[in-house]
């Protein structure tokens, strides 16, 4: 009797592309559906043999590591993941590491002790052996590692482009908000940012901060402007702070983005309801999680895989806390 | 040799506890505290048989179903979730209903093949077989059902507290933004709301909505001045939807509060943030999340429980998009 891998082989798509075909779950190509449905007839493949199929195995269960679900970027990608493993009947054990090497090693190994098939990990340490010793497929999520599988957006062409943005519109006292140090991606986009202003030879002061809470942002907004009242331009670290320097900034009576220009970092849904909505480098957070799915369960199939690191695109998304470039550029 | 367990009989509290009191994880009386050293003494415990006792059972899997992580209000409550069984080394299963019966039974019935040894869900649907016939200890949460396990915040009362403070501040032209009517707690807090207008005797008009989501949020604040131009006081299904009511509001040139007078519900992170911030009613979502787990956690180990239906409180959150009380009251 014919199985989904055959259907599969039959049709030359993967396991789970036939899940999707069978189950209308997920987008399949009209031609790629039609290969299929060719090889179901032809097999005499009747679908509830997926049921047995997929559950032949020891476990569907693929664990999903990230810093804290309550940044509001995670939700988005956890969703994309989500989807992504919910349309290819895998299950999701989830933790929040908060970017603690020790909870993260502690993680693994229970969701390795849970037979879990593979691991979906936002990590600071791609390197350490708590994954290259694991033993089973893991892909970098939000971060990457030489030449191991990842999915991430490019931070440091992202603060390249809110620097080269904000002096396209006239901001010529920029402060730019550094994210916590050991958070590689945010190091990236502050990097990208400083590269660019003094490329411009643009001079610029800088805020560190240490997280990316929302408690504490509303304080280095405060310690922002008033350790540079003259700011004319936040590069922020990402669209909670820049929230914050926005709010600090009306309180202060300043004018957005007359008097003041401020540029996010990732797109989470609130930035675009806000008063005045907020301009962002968007990630395409969604997308990074189903991808980083999608990549996990080739690695699983053992497919031939063409793109083991995806690196998705970084996007200008102007609104209304920047001026317009007529007036400037 | 003494167990985890005989240390917990030994001083009259649970398993959960004393791994508390030995991993340094989360709040425990000092009297309890106190209680736990002692029997750890006077067994001679050493605590690294914790992790043999923790991994004896099959599974230390609990299956976690919400509506959609991407709604704002539920990482919290996951993140609750997640830091009580992290604590209790409990690991989560996770997935999004999208508040739809056949994905939900789908995911319990993944849930249980996984072995998960109990179930927090936030669901519209308590009183079906896929709860009842489960065989494992269930918790609603941000729901509930007559006399069985849950966790929840009074949202009628919510209502009712939005629309008293509303009428005390001067609004007479309300407009109630009515949740999806599928979802429980939305329309509890709806009528808790309309509950209080009418016992006051003040008129209103009611927009329906059929989401939380953010894209449909502007939809409805738009559909909210057009319909309702005159409308002095909008007391909105969620945060989500209060500020997009509170971005179109400002779009059209109307003074908030001055002008117009907005509640939200749920008190999301960012709502402080807003400019002017934003005036809600607040759930305890963490707590929530916490008190959940902690409830599950003791039917799991066969705790005399006092309490199995936990109803948390909803608090007024005074800030700046409502009027001074005295003004008007």
Redesign the interface.
Known sequence: MATIRDVAKHAGVSVATVSRVINETGYVHEDTRKKVETAIRELHYTPNEVARSL?KRK???IG?LLP???N?F???L??GV??EM?EN?F??????SDENAN?EKE?IQ??V??NVVGVIASTNHPDTDTYRKLGIPVVFLDRTADNRPSVYADGREGGRIAAHEMAARGSRQITVIQGPASIRTALDRYQGAVDMLSSQGIAFNVIQTTSFS?TE??IWAKELFERYPDTDGVIASND?VA??V??EA??LGKKVPEDVQIIGFDDI??S????P?LTTIRQPAYDMGRASAALLIQLLENENIDHRIIQMPVTFTERETTRKVEQYG
């Open positions: 559950y476990s569907r269960l999903l804290d679900i309550t509001p995670f939700p988005e956890a969703r989500e989807d919910q009947d299950r999701i054990i989830f933790g929040n909870k993680y229970t969701f002790q849970n929302f942002a509303g909670i929230t914050a926005l709010h009306l309180r849904p609130l675009s309801l806000l008063t909505a």
